[in-house]
């Protein structure tokens, strides 16, 4: 296309190797070590919150129920995760040797292409509008005040734009040049529109990824207890069980669908260093147990911890598959849950707080979870055929009097050893609910 004389030339360039974004550390590892920092630096803000018991007012669920629902310790959590990133990051090394070493200096050049590109597709705007009965050509003859409209008008002819252009020899030549706004656009797409549609592609492709195999585990028994029954020990997520996954399954559907989305898209390095790091926050602000008001990350999609958490109820297992980022997915195949969840969240809150309260006045309790959910005691908690309105082991008094008053019990809260269960179990159920998890 530059070889046309009436098109500006396309600049010259030379490539150079792109100097480390911090050096010493290639971008090639550094774009492995982002989304593991990312994981613990913010889940562990999540987990200060957690312990501290600080906006307990946006908790989805109690301090009592992280101890007496979920069937996995956090320490198992901690081992599993590392492993899952141990596995990603010696993958991700893998492609590192792979890879070429990433080139600058033809920016300018590819911007002046896309210029080029916007020139070309004016040539096509004359007949456009004639399908719709407008002469362009003549419009533009009667728009002489204003030569650069009239210009595009007339298929991207511009006579009094030229530029002096020096040869290698010496020799001074002239040659079309661009209009202003051309160069404009043309950078906008380059530097931002391209890489906002690359992003976006991106997240889509996890998306679709991610909710065929995610529904597909929870469809066929065999893959379900073999592989994602281990997150789903988790019935009260918190932010670093996020990526709490069976080996196997974390790198299918977490390393392989975004190292995917990264190649299809055409990303750079430095590009799925933001891509890999956001997917990664995402995911973990899914599972931080808070439906916060002023967490973007939760209003930008319908997608957030208040939803997600949904999937990790025994009721609502089989739906809201959707994960990171958005829920068209289960929108079109309608497994979005649907309905009130308020007083299933407050039954099992009550029921946790019961067994609390039991084991602090000393009470008899040989299998105090089988109490609150018998139906997460089930060989297969992905089969919920048997539930009965979720945990219930409430009496027909405590139900009526939470659907008519529906306001919790306060107990005492006190700080705790994180990892502490004995100093957990006197937590008490002290917190709200967070408006975004009243689903309509
Ligand atoms: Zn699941
Ligand atoms: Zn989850």
Redesign the pocket.
């Known amino acids: 296309m530059a070889s046309d004389p009436d098109l500006p030339p396309l600049p010259s360039y030379s490539l150079a190797p792109l100097p480390p974004l911090l050096s010493p550390i290639p971008d090639g590892i550094l774009v492995l070590i982002c989304p593991v920092v990312a994981y613990w630096v913010v889940s562990m803000f999540f987990h200060w919150i957690d312990v501290n018991d600080y906006f307990s007012q946006y908790r989805l669920h109690t301090p009592a129920e992280v101890l007496k629902r979920n069937r996995v310790t956090r320490w198992e959590v901690v081992r599993d995760v590392i492993i899952q990133q141990i596995i990603q990051t010696a993958f991700g090394f893998g492609l590192y040797f792979f890879d070429g070493t990433a080139q600058v200096g033809r920016e300018e050049y590819d911007t002046m292409v896309w210029a080029t590109r916007i020139r070309l597709a004016q040539r096509i705007l004359p007949r456009i509008l004639s399908v719709v009965g407008v002469d362009a050509v003549g419009l533009a003859g009667k728009l002489s005040g204003y030569p650069i409209l009239a210009g595009a008008l007339s298929g991207g002819h511009y006579p009094f734009l030229i530029q002096k252009v020096v040869s290698p020899s010496g020799s001074i030549a002239f040659a079309p040049a661009f209009a202003a706004w051309e160069l404009f656009a043309a950078r906008a797409i380059y530097w931002y529109i391209l890489p906002a549609v690359q992003f976006v592609l991106a997240t889509l492709f996890v998306d679709t990824w991610q909710y065929f195999l995610h529904r597909a585990m929870h469809m066929n028994k065999w893959l379900y207890t073999t592989f994602h029954s281990r997150?789903h020990r988790?019935y009260v997520?918190y932010a670093f069980g996020?990526l709490y996954n069976h080996p196997f399954e974390g790198f299918l559907l977490d390393t392989a669908g975004t190292g995917l989305a990264y190649l299809i898209t055409g990303m750079t390095t430095r590009q799925a260093m933001w891509f890999f790091t956001c997917s990664t926050i995402k995911t973990l602000d899914?599972?931080c147990g808070y439906a916060f008001p002023f967490d973007p990350l939760q209003h930008l999609t319908s997608n957030n911890a208040a939803y997600?958490d949904i999937?990790?109820q025994s009721w609502g297992i089989k739906t809201n598959f959707s994960?990171p980022f958005f829920t068209f997915w289960d929108r079109l195949l309608n497994t979005r849950w649907n309905g009130d969840v308020t007083l299933r969240y407050e039954r099992s809150r009550l029921a946790a707080q019961k067994l609390i309260n039991e084991d602090t006045a000393g009470a008899a309790a040989t299998q105090p979870n089988e109490e609150i959910t018998p139906d997460e005691h089930t060989s297969d908690p992905s089969d919920n055929s048997n539930i009965i309105d979720g945990a219930a082991t409430l009496s027909r008094s405590e139900e009526e009097n939470l659907s008519s008053r529906n306001i919790l019990p306060r107990s005492v809260r006190r700080k705790t050893n994180p990892f502490s269960p004995q100093t957990e179990s006197r937590k008490g159920l002290s917190h709200g609910l967070g408006g975004s998890i009243r689903q309509k």
């Open positions: 997150h988790l997520p996020a899914d599972h997600h999937h990790h994960q």
